[in-house]
């Protein structure tokens, strides 16, 4: 399974931004994708992720009320809409699909994307 991010960009604080995330390869196994992040100096973190058959949907609280994830039925894909970006919210962002246990938990996916950079100014 190969997993290609895009949508990242330099935006303004309280502005908007939506990542994609398309997959290929062999994605029947796929049951749920997610978003993680990571700054420099940190460790990454899990953002949000979202259920293929029931369309739940998980958010870190950090995000919550603030950025949406859904899945593009017609496609194996998914996207993270983010709504007033924090400076705090800067991090090269991964697209990921989960295997088992913990969703947000980075060692409960399998595959990951190549990440995108999302840098928020003040």
């Known amino acids: 399974v190969q997993l290609q991010a895009s949508g990242g960009g330099l935006v303004q604080a309280g502005t908007s931004l939506r990542l994609s995330c398309a997959a290929s390869g062999p994605t029947r196994r796929i049951h749920t994708m997610g978003w993680f992040r990571q700054a420099p100096g940190k460790e990454r973190e899990f953002v949000a992720t979202?259920?293929?058959?029931?369309?739940?949907?998980y958010y870190a609280d950090s995000v919550k009320g603030r950025f949406t994830i859904s899945r593009d039925g017609a496609k194996v894909a998914i996207t993270l809409e983010m709504n007033n970006l924090k400076p705090e919210d800067a991090a090269v962002y991964f697209c990921?699909?989960?295997?088992?246990?913990?969703?947000?938990?980075?060692?409960?996916?399998?595959?990951w994307g190549q990440g995108t950079q999302v840098t928020v100014s003040s």
């Open positions: 979202i259920n293929w058959s029931s369309r739940n949907a």
């Open positions: 990921a699909t989960h295997r088992a246990r913990l969703y947000d938990s980075p060692g409960s996916y399998e595959y």
